[in-house]
C-alpha cells in the first residue's frame, strides 16, 4: 500500500481538497487503483449536525454516512464509492479510546494521547485504506490522506504526531507528502516567507514535504520557485505552481504538466507495481474524456441561466454538491452556466416592507431566469419564497428542480393553488407541530429529541411506477430500468392522505420506495420540465456522468431536452438496477 499525505500550511481553504482529488485522478488514469481517507480534526463525530452557514455542506454517502464535502470531491473526481470511515474526526477517534478504556481494553494502564490516540489513528488509516472502493472489488494500491485545517493547529496535533509516526514504519517508497502553501502578492512582489515558515513548522512536527504545492493568482516567479526549493529543501522540480484556473477541473491538468505523474512515480516507485493493462486502457481513456470536456470551458459562449432559490447563502459551500451537479450537466450540454443565488426570504411580502430593492431584484430574478432550482434545507425560514418561486415555475411553465425540501415545497404549492387545500394543512409538520394534518408530515423513524444520524439516510431503491414511461426524467435514467438508486437525507415525506387528491389534479407520483407508501419523485406531465425528487441526486453526480435530474433540468433550460433524451440510454447499476449519477445539496440541521 502506498499513501500521499496533501496537508496545508499558512491559511486554510487552501485548495488542499481539489489538489488531493487531482492527484488521485493522474494516478487512476495510470491504471492504478485509488482510495481516499479525509482527516478532520474537530470533536463532532460526524458533519451531521454542522451548521451549512458555517461549515458548508454535509455529503452524504452510500452507507449513511454524513461526512465532510471533501469526500464529495474525492467521489466525484475519482469515480468511487467511500464510506462514513473514509472520513475521520478527532471525534471519532477519542469516542473509540475511550470505549475501549471503558471496555477494559487499556486495563492497568494510563490512556495518552501518545501511544494510544495516535495507535488508533494509524490503526484506522491502515484498515480504511485496504478498502475496495471501486467496481473492481480489489484493494486499492494508493491512498490519498487529506489532512484538514493547517499543520500547526492544536487540534489537528494528535494526526500529525500519528501520520509522521506511520511515515517512520513504512519503507521510504510507500509514503509522500505534498504541503499546500500559499503564495501572497504584497506590492507586486510574491512572498515565499509565509511557505518557509509553514514548511519549518511542518518538518518540526515530525513530516517531511516531498512536494510543496503553492496555491497563487498567477503563475511563479523563477526566482519565487528558486526561494522555495531552497528554504523548503526540495529540488526546484519538486515546486508546484497551482495557479488559478478557469474552472477546478483543469486543476489535474495544470499539475499533470507540471509533472506531477513522474514525481509520484519516481518518489513512490510506481512502475513496479502490477497494474492491469484493462485498468491502464480504462485510465488513458478517461483522461481522454476528461481533457476533451474540461479544456476550452472558458471559451463557452452560449449560456444557460438558473436562479437557486435558497437559505443558506452566506457560504458559498452550503450548495457544492449542487452547484457541482449543474457544472457537470452544463458541460455535457456545452453551455456556460450562470447561477443566479436568490434568498429565499428575499422573496417573501415581509422583505418587501423592509428592504424594496431586495425584494424587487429578487423577484426580477426570478421572473428572468431559464431554470429555477430549490434545494434542500431544514426549518421554515424562507420557505414560503420557496413556494412563491415553485408557484412562478409550475404557472409559467420555467424548467423547475426540487431537491428534497424543493419537491416538499413543489407539493405543497400545488396542493395550496390547484387542489384547494387550506391553511395550515396545506404546510409541513416541521414549519409547525402543532397540527398533524399536514401535507408534509414526519417520518415514523424521526427522533424529535435526537438530531444527530436519525433521518433517512443513505443510497436507497425508488421504483418507477406503471404507466410513466411518459416522464421526462424516467427516460433520462432509462426506460428499462424499473427501479433507481440515490442517496438520501431527510426527516420529512409527502403525507401519503393527499396522494389520490394531488394525483387526481394532475401532480403525479411517478417514483415511489420499495412498500410504495413513501413519494420519492414528483413530475407535470404537460410542463417544459417540472420535477422534484424527496432524494438529493447531487451526491452521485460526476464529472464525467452527470445526475440525471440536473442533466434534464440544465437541458431543459437551454431548449435542448429532446436531443439529450434522445441520446440517453440510462445507467445500470448492480443488481440491474439503474443507479443515479447526481449529487446531494448538503444541507443541515433545523436552521
Known amino acids: ?275 492491469s493493462p484493462a485498468l491502464q486502457q480504462s485510465g488513458a481513456h478517461t483522461w481522454e474524456t476528461w481533457r476533451a470536456l474540461t479544456l476550452g470551458l472558458q471559451h463557452l459562449h452560449e449560456t444557460v441561466e438558473i436562479v437557486l432559490v435558497g437559505k443558506y447563502l452566506e457560504q458559498p ?6 452547484t457541482k451537479s449543474l457544472e457537470h450537466a452544463a458541460m455535457r450540454c456545452r453551455r456556460k452556466l450562470v447561477i443566479k443565488y436568490v434568498d429565499a426570504e428575499h422573496l417573501e411580502p415581509a422583505t418587501l416592507a423592509t428592504d424594496a430593492a431586495a425584494f424587487y431584484k429578487a423577484r426580477h430574478d426570478l421572473s428572468t431566469a431559464k431554470g429555477i432550482l430549490i434545494p434542500g434545507g431544514f426549518g421554515g425560514r424562507g420557505t414560503e419564497g420557496m413556494i412563491a418561486a415553485a408557484n412562478w415555475a409550475r404557472e409559467k411553465k420555467v424548467p423547475y428542480l426540487g431537491i428534497c425540501l424543493g419537491m416538499q415545497v413543489a407539493v405543497i404549492e400545488f396542493a395550496r393553488n390547484v387542489c384547494g387545500v387550506p391553511l395550515p394543512q396545506a404546510s409541513s409538520a416541521e414549519f409547525d407541530a402543532d397540527d398533524e394534518d399536514r401535507v408534509i408530515v414526519s417520518m415514523p423513524e424521526h427522533h424529535p429529541g435526537k438530531l444527530g444520524g436519525t433521518m433517512r439516510l443513505g443510497l436507497r431503491a425508488t421504483v418507477w411506477q406503471p404507466d410513466t414511461e411518459w416522464s421526462k426524467l424516467r427516460a433520462l435514467y432509462g426506460l428499462q430500468s424499473g427501479s433507481v438508486n440515490e442517496r438520501h437525507r431527510h426527516r420529512y415525506e409527502v403525507n401519503p392522505a393527499y396522494i389520490e387528491r394531488l394525483q387526481g389534479q394532475g401532480l403525479e407520483f411517478i417514483g415511489k420506495d420499495e412498500t410504495g407508501v413513501r413519494m420519492e419523485v414528483v413530475e407535470l406531465r404537460e410542463h417544459p420540465w417540472f420535477v422534484g425528487v424527496q432524494f438529493h441526486p447531487e451526491y452521485l453526480s460526476r464529472v464525467l456522468e452527470p445526475s440525471k435530474p440536473y442533466l434534464g433540468f440544465i437541458s431543459a433550460a437551454a431548449g435542448m431536452l429532446g436531443s439529450v433524451i434522445g441520446g440517453s440510454g440510462g445507467e445500470r447499476g448492480v443488481n440491474g438496477h439503474g443507479r443515479g449519477h447526481g449529487l446531494v445539496n448538503g444541507d443541515k440541521m433545523a436552521y
Open 1 to 275: 500500500m502506498k499513501y500521499v499525505l496533501v496537508s496545508g500550511g499558512v491559511i486554510s481553504g487552501v485548495g488542499k481538497g481539489i489538489i488531493a482529488s487531482s492527484a488521485g485522478l493522474l494516478l487512476k488514469t495510470m491504471g492504478l487503483k485509488v482510495s481516499s481517507i479525509k482527516i478532520d480534526p474537530y470533536l463532532n463525530v460526524d458533519a451531521g449536525t454542522m451548521n451549512p452557514r458555517e461549515h458548508g455542506e454535509v455529503y452524504v454517502l452510500d452507507d449513511g454516512g454524513e461526512v465532510d464535502l471533501d469526500l464529495g470531491n474525492y467521489e466525484r473526481y475519482l469515480n468511487i464509492t467511500l464510506t462514513r470511515e473514509n472520513n475521520i474526526t478527532l471525534g471519532k477517534i477519542y469516542s473509540k479510546v475511550i470505549e475501549q478504556e471503558r471496555r477494559g481494553d487499556y486495563l492497568g494502564k494510563t490512556v495518552q494521547v501518545v501511544p494510544h490516540i495516535t495507535g488508533c489513528i494509524e490503526e484506522w488509516i491502515e484498515r480504511v485504506a485496504r478498502v475496495p472502493v471501486d467496481d473492481t472489488a480489489e484493494e486499492p494500491d494508493v491512498c490519498i490522506i487529506e489532512l484538514g485545517g493547517t499543520v500547526g493547529d492544536i487540534e489537528g496535533m494528535p494526526f500529525v504526531e500519528a501520520l509522521a509516526e506511520l511515515r517512520r514504519n513504512l519503507p521510504r517508497d510507500d509514503f509522500m507528502q505534498i504541503h499546500v502553501s500559499y503564495i501572497p502578492v504584497v506590492h507586486g512582489e510574491q512572498k515565499t516567507k509565509p511557505t518557509q515558515m509553514a514548511a519549518k513548522a511542518v518538518r518540526s512536527a515530525g513530516l517531511i514535504p516531498d512536494l510543496i504545492a503553492c496555491r497563487c493568482e498567477k503563475p511563479l516567479e523563477q526566482a519565487t520557485i528558486d526561494k522555495i526549493a531552497r528554504f523548503c529543501q526540495v529540488p526546484n522540480p519538486h515546486v508546484l505552481a497551482v495557479r488559478d484556473m478557469p474552472s477546478t477541473y483543469q486543476v489535474p491538468i495544470l499539475l499533470s504538466e507540471q509533472n506531477l505523474v513522474p514525481l509520484m512515480t519516481t518518489t513512490l516507485q510506481l512502475d513496479r507495481l502490477p497494474i
Open 317 to 322: 459551500d452550503s450548495y457544492l454538491s449542487v
